[in-house]
């Protein structure tokens, strides 16, 4: 608790710093350097938004980590090579990050692989999007991995401007993308084209940009990044999400508040 207070007595003070080197030229050099309510409830909400962004450079570096254990390129980390790896610390020695979830755990959110039952693969994007690496700040508040697969969806969203696209118009589309895990553009393989063609089959030669299959899809052109669209929990019928799995708990009802 002691290291946690310190660390945001110095996070409070490199906010407060930061403002008044941003507002150097407009300051009066003759005022003491003080804040109002104003600007600290300002400086406060501007924290709780870009914290986010700072969390999420952590997730980075477990994601380089994860890559470089990949060895086959395809976004999956075999588990025993996951498990042998030594705990990640910082420059004062504080841990960052740790891969020690058991292997129920990981099944239970996704990130695992069992193609193979003898062989269990992680699901890196799964793995990084997963509760686990959630920072909890308040009981509004939840910081997780940034979704790196939005990036990639939204600009498909963008240029394609509508909620489906043939094939032809997102092949060389998305053959032109780079990623954080990808510095030069890949053309896509030709198989990987030609389930793009296989899913517009089924529904009027158009991709639907929002469903299942398209996801499915993304995750084996960017593996890294999107991730594969699991169906964790389902309903009494077998096929559809229960809402309990937005809360964590079957006996919770969802409600809401004027």
Same mark, same amino acid.
């Given at each position: 608790?002691?290291?946690?207070?310190?660390?945001?007595? $110095?996070?409070?003070?490199?906010?407060?710093? *930061?403002?008044?080197?941003?507002?150097?030229?407009?300051?009066?050099?003759?005022?003491?350097?003080?804040?109002?309510?104003?600007?600290?409830?300002?400086?406060?909400?501007?924290?709780?938004?870009? !914290?986010? !962004?700072?969390?999420?450079? #952590?997730? $980075?570096?477990? $994601?380089?980590?994860?890559?470089?254990? #990949? @060895?086959?390129? #395809?976004?999956?980390?075999?588990?025993?090579?996951?498990?042998? +790896?030594?705990?990640?610390?910082?420059?004062?020695?504080? +841990?960052?990050?740790?891969?020690?979830?058991?292997?129920?755990?990981?099944?239970?959110?996704?990130?695992?692989?069992?193609? !193979? @039952?003898?062989?269990?693969?992680?699901?890196?994007?799964?793995?990084?999007?997963? @509760?686990?690496?959630?920072?909890?700040? /308040?009981?509004?508040?939840?910081?997780?991995?940034?979704?790196?697969?939005?990036?990639? &969806?939204?600009?498909?969203?963008?240029?394609?401007?509508?909620?489906?696209?043939?094939?032809?118009? &997102?092949?060389?589309?998305?053959?032109? !993308?780079?990623?954080?895990?990808?510095?030069? *553009?890949?053309?896509?393989?030709?198989?990987?084209?030609?389930?793009?063609? *296989?899913?517009?089959?089924?529904?009027?030669? $158009?991709?639907?940009?929002?469903?299942?299959?398209?996801? +499915?899809?993304?995750?084996?052109?960017?593996?890294?990044?999107?991730?594969?669209?699991?169906?964790?929990?389902?309903?009494?019928?077998?096929?559809?999400?229960?809402?309990?799995?937005?809360?964590?708990?079957? /006996?919770?009802? *969802?409600?809401?508040? #004027?």
């Amino acid at each position: 608790p002691t290291h946690a207070m310190d660390e945001f007595g $110095k996070l409070a003070t490199n906010l407060a710093e *930061a403002k008044f080197y941003c507002e150097r030229n407009s300051r009066n050099p003759f005022k003491a350097k003080t804040l109002s309510v104003v600007d600290v409830v300002q400086l406060v909400q501007e924290a709780v938004e870009g !914290m986010g !962004m700072w969390q999420d450079t #952590d997730c $980075k570096a477990m $994601k380089r980590s994860l890559v470089h254990l #990949d @060895p086959e390129g #395809d976004g999956r980390v075999p588990l025993n090579l996951v498990y042998d +790896q030594p705990m990640t610390t910082d420059a004062h020695g504080e +841990q960052v990050f740790r891969f020690s979830e058991s292997q129920d755990y990981l099944r239970s959110v996704g990130a695992l692989d069992e193609y !193979m @039952p003898s062989e269990p693969q992680v699901l890196v994007s799964n793995y990084l999007l997963g @509760p686990a690496n959630c920072y909890r700040s /308040t009981a509004l508040h939840t910081f997780c991995c940034l979704n790196e697969c939005d990036a990639v &969806l939204g600009e498909v969203e963008r240029i394609v401007g509508g909620p489906s696209a043939a094939p032809h118009v &997102l092949v060389p589309l998305l053959g032109n !993308m780079t990623t954080s895990s990808r510095d030069e *553009a890949e053309p896509l393989s030709k198989e990987l084209a030609q389930k793009l063609s *296989a899913i517009a089959v089924h529904n009027w030669d $158009k991709v639907p940009l929002h469903g299942r299959l398209f996801a +499915q899809w993304l995750h084996f052109a960017f593996p890294y990044e999107c991730p594969y669209p699991h169906v964790t929990q389902k309903d009494r019928s077998g096929n559809a999400l229960m809402t309990s799995y937005f809360h964590g708990h079957a /006996t919770t009802t *969802a409600n809401w508040t #004027d």
